[in-house]
């Protein structure tokens, strides 16, 4: 089938060149637009990628840093504590040592003025009996004491003896282990021997007179 076409319709040789030439630009520009486009897509991603890990990166610091500041935190609260324990165990113990001390002379002046009251005869016999009471292993043979003590100690257990170096408020146990001063001074030192110490009271060996 042969074409005919119009003088209008027909291009001439240069013209066809021309027209090819501008429709091969524009197909090597839409190729270029296309390739342009497609490398901006792919920067993008990864500009978006690297942001989604720097960000991942930062939110797991930051979670990190949080934990070990908690941690710290705590720390620092369990040592305060420990240490705010330590003072009021040490305020407390010291506060406990006063006032104990207060009650052991408070105890001792009480038990002073007792003696004064009473005389030092109910004195004596009740440590000679606690004596030979807790301590079967000692013998006793003799307690010694001023002439003014002697008819109120008469009905002791053991025997009572006179002894003129001896003045009011003093005695002396004669045991198979040794003399024991039983005397007022003695007594009071032996109490707060007793009290300081939260124990059984001894009492002071004393040498032959």
Excluded at 83 to 93: E, F, H, P, S
Aim: aromatic share 2%; proline share 3%; with cysteine.
């Amino acid at each position: 089938m042969i074409e005919v076409y119009t003088p209008d319709q027909r291009l001439t040789g240069k013209q066809a060149t021309g027209a090819l030439s501008e429709a091969s630009k524009i197909l090597n520009a839409k190729a270029r637009a296309e390739a342009l486009l497609a490398a901006a897509k792919a920067e993008a991603a990864a500009i978006t990628d690297t942001a989604r890990q720097k960000a991942a990166a930062i939110v797991l610091q930051a979670e990190k840093d949080a934990e070990a500041a908690r941690l710290a935190a705590e720390q620092a609260l369990d040592e305060m504590q420990v240490a705010l324990r330590k003072d009021l165990d040490g305020q407390l113990a010291r506060e406990l040592a006063a006032i104990a001390t207060q009650l052991d002379g408070i105890v001792l002046a009480a038990f002073e003025r007792l003696v004064g009251d009473i005389g030092a005869a109910p004195m004596v016999r009740a440590a000679v009996l606690h004596i030979l009471r807790t301590n079967p292993q000692i013998t006793a043979s003799r307690l010694r004491v001023a002439a003014c003590d002697l008819e109120s100690l008469a009905d002791l257990p053991v025997e009572v003896a006179e002894d003129a170096a001896l003045g009011p408020c003093e005695a002396v146990l004669e045991t198979s282990h040794g003399m024991i001063d039983l005397g007022r001074v003695a007594q009071l030192s032996a109490l707060g021997s007793a009290i300081g110490a939260n124990g059984a009271t001894t009492y002071p060996e004393r040498g032959a007179a």
